[in-house]
């Protein structure tokens, strides 16, 4: 049986703040019962809800709510451009295996974008008026299990996008090493967009 997280509650002290303040992200506000409010991040599979009895933690108390972007400067760019107070752009200073995953200790942070812009290492965050915390996280390459391969599928547009430029980019050093124009691109760039969502590994 499939179990799909679609909410998830934030608390807040004034609701009609908060609602303008998410509207002002260019999140969908979306059609609810009397006394709760859901706004949906573009993309999104799931939704933010708050209102004056949806939990009893303390306003502004969530913290380390992820989001996830295929640019991390652009969704930055995009914020600042919206209103919002954001952090310059970090990374993790990290050794990564070929599964994406962090080798040795907790990694320390450094400025700008992970160099190589390497899945999962990059960030930028900002909070919400009452305080509750986001993280703006760049991931472009799952990693291997997060995501069924026959189930490909974009968020958005920008999200297809910015896959297609990166395909397109790959192929370009595709073609270099191979010496000649590849006929069959559309099968090449459709199999290594899907390897890069699922994890898998990528082709030459």
């Excluded at 998830?8 to 609602?19: E, G, H, K, Q």
């Excluded at 260019?26 to 609810?32: K, M, N």
């Excluded at 706004?39 to 933010?48: I, N, R």
Aim: charged content about 25%; hydrophobic content about 35%.
């Amino acid at each position: 049986m499939d179990m799909k997280l679609e909410v998830v509650t934030i608390p807040v002290s004034d609701v009609d703040r908060a609602r303008k303040f998410y509207e002002s992200l260019g999140w969908r506000l979306d059609e609810t019962p009397p006394g709760v409010v859901q706004v949906t991040p573009p993309g999104s599979g799931c939704s933010v809800q708050f209102g004056p009895t949806r939990t009893s933690a303390p306003p502004g108390s969530a913290e380390n709510l992820f989001l996830v972007v295929p640019d991390i400067e652009k969704a930055r760019d995009d914020l600042v451009a919206a209103g919002i107070e954001v952090s310059d752009v970090f990374h993790r200073v990290a050794q990564v295996d070929a599964d994406g995953q962090i080798l040795g200790a907790e990694p320390d942070l450094a400025s700008g974008p992970d160099p190589e812009h390497r899945s999962y290492l990059s960030y930028a965050s900002f909070r919400d008026p009452d305080g509750n915390g986001w993280l703006c996280q760049e991931v472009t390459a799952r990693r291997p299990g997060r995501v069924d391969p026959s189930a490909t599928s974009f968020g958005s547009v920008s999200d297809l996008t910015a896959a297609l430029v990166r395909a397109a980019q790959a192929h370009g050093e595709h073609e270099k090493r191979t010496g000649e124009a590849d006929p069959d691109w559309p099968d090449w760039y459709a199999l290594y967009m899907v390897r890069e969502q699922s994890g898998a590994e990528l082709p030459l």
